[in-house]
């Protein structure tokens, strides 16, 4: 998700135009979700790193490894040229939809995370800055679709 915002910012980079308003400037609307989303990403991998450390092994998710991710179905662009040969309104609906598609999925992990063995304060606490981030990024993304 991170690659392909960042790769769709750099494409609407090339058809932005700031007009001065009171409002925030497209191009700094850009830069907010570039790095709202590579944020976010960070966040992922540490909470990912400290669950794999402190619980996979002792977990029912061995077991039970999910083939697909819950977006798999969420038709995204697969290489440089065809993000470059979609339109930018196209790319931001498709973000703006993996991103959605992660609210309720965060809401669980929120919920999970409390109900581990060991305690997992930092991982709760991860897991909610993750949630609030996932919201964030979503209005961000809105903004800049509208």
């Not at 990912?48 to 039970?64: A, G, I, L, Q, V």
């Not at 040229?81 to 973000?95: G, S, Y």
């Not at 609210?103 to 800055?129: C, F, G, Q, Y």
């Amino acid at each position: 998700m991170c690659m392909l915002l960042l790769v769709s910012s750099l494409l609407l980079w090339e058809h932005a135009a700031s007009k001065p308003t009171g409002f925030v400037s497209t191009e700094d609307l850009y830069d907010r979700v570039v790095v709202q989303s590579h944020t976010t990403y960070n966040l992922a991998a540490d909470i990912f790193y400290e669950f794999d450390s402190n619980f996979y092994k002792s977990s029912w998710f061995p077991k039970r490894m999910p083939r697909l991710c819950h977006t798999a179905s969420i038709h995204t662009p697969e290489s440089r040229q065809e993000v470059n040969e979609t339109k930018t309104e196209d790319l931001l609906k498709a973000i703006i939809n993996i991103t959605n598609a992660w609210e309720e999925p965060l809401k669980h992990l929120v919920s999970a995370v409390t109900s581990l063995p060991k305690p997992a304060d930092n991982m709760l606490k991860i897991a909610n800055t993750l949630k609030n981030r996932n919201v964030v990024l979503l209005e961000g993304l809105k903004t800049i679709l509208n």
